[in-house]
């Protein structure tokens, strides 16, 4: 075989246009490379360069020299099966856009059902000494970021401990080890929030705003006891890690563009989970205020004040908002909490 083209030296841009020759036998393929009459060099090993639709095939020889085709389209005899197929796969239009297709739903797949129920699983096998490291991890970085002592009196505490013991007890299947700590928080404000290993934070801010309403404070810890049942802290890691992953492989040549997908994409995916935790949170809590004997309109009426205190309008979310909350929307879960009332 005979083709001309570009030879160029192991790191050189600077190219001669030879003739190479290609020649076969039942034992090896030998390239030897002409400018003119004279023989430049002769190589009995090469590989080719990666295969792209419109561009030539380089061959790469052992010296990390190089010869570049003049046509785009001449393709080498040893390219494999394979190789030919994709080339033709990126030269038919209904191809790629099945290939496209294909992988937007192998995505949707992967992201949404294979990482969260292999995410579930790990979290479920987890030692409980795991569990409570990353928990007092956890509870310590946010000691030194947001949280301060408790500006709760003695009687404050009593009170708000026994609510929250009495009730404890009789709950169905209730998770080992919870623990209740009071904090201020004056830059979270009114919330709670609870680590995977069953310790719950309540922040003064939100004890004070439900101070006189006893059924909706113990909503909002039912609420909390829910993340801890099924196990949300350590499966939202788990998706998260896997997420990340994931995005890096799909987009680990591509630095830059790929720090951006990786902090933009997984962020977002993440939310989703998060909206579908928060849900199922808030389907524990009001089970259980129902089978204690409270009605479901005091979680309701949690949502209502925690709305109020953060300056959120329960009936002026947008899509938007929805969207890139971590949360449901506050109409969602007080509508939700008023079904079967």
């Known amino acids: 075989m005979q083709v001309t083209g570009y030879y160029y030296l192991r790191n050189q841009s600077h190219s001669t246009e030879v003739t190479l020759w290609l020649t076969q036998d039942n034992r090896c393929e030998q390239v030897r490379i002409y400018n003119g009459d004279e023989l430049l060099v002769q190589f009995d090993e090469y590989r080719q360069g990666q295969q792209l639709s419109g561009l030539p095939v380089e061959l790469v020889f052992i010296d ?16 494999s099966t394979w190789d030919r197929l994709l080339e033709r796969i990126e030269k038919h239009k209904t191809a790629v856009l099945g290939c496209v297709i294909a992988s937007a739903v192998l995505a949707w797949l992967l992201f949404f059902k294979v990482i969260p129920a292999s995410a579930a699983v790990v979290a479920r096998s987890l030692p409980d000494s795991v569990v ?6 956890t509870l310590a970085a946010l000691e030194y970021v947001y949280l301060e002592p408790t500006n709760l009196d003695a009687a404050q505490q009593t009170h708000i401990r026994t609510l929250w013991q009495r009730h404890i007890a009789q709950i169905d299947d209730a998770p080992e080890h919870l623990v209740l700590h009071f904090y201020s928080a004056p830059e979270i404000g009114a919330n709670a929030f609870a680590l995977p290993d069953g310790q719950v934070v309540l922040t003064d801010e939100l004890a004070l705003i439900l101070k006189d309403n006893d059924t909706a404070l113990l909503a909002v810890l039912l609420h909390e006891i ?10 939202l890691a788990a998706q998260s ?10 987009f ?34 009001l089970e259980q205020l129902s089978q204690l004997g409270y009605h479901r309109s005091a979680f309701a009426e949690a949502m209502q004040a925690l709305a109020q205190a953060h300056g959120m309008d329960e009936k002026e979310q947008g899509s938007l908002w929805d969207y890139l909350s971590s949360h449901p929307a506050i109409s969602e879960r007080i509508e939700n909490a008023h079904k079967t009332d």
Do not use: C, K
């Open 64 to 79: 990390g020299s190089r010869f570049v085709p003049h046509s785009a389209s001449h393709r080498w005899p040893s390219e």
């Open 132 to 137: 409570h490291a990353a928990s007092e991890q």
């Open 226 to 235: 829910g993340h801890v049942h099924h196990q949300h802290g350590l499966t």
């Open 241 to 250: 890690a896997g997420s990340s992953v994931t995005l890096a492989l799909m």
């Open 252 to 285: 680990g040549d591509l630095e830059g563009f790929a720090e951006i997908i990786m902090g933009t994409g997984s962020a977002l995916i993440q939310q989703q989970f998060s909206r579908d935790m928060e849900r199922q949170a808030d389907t524990f809590a």
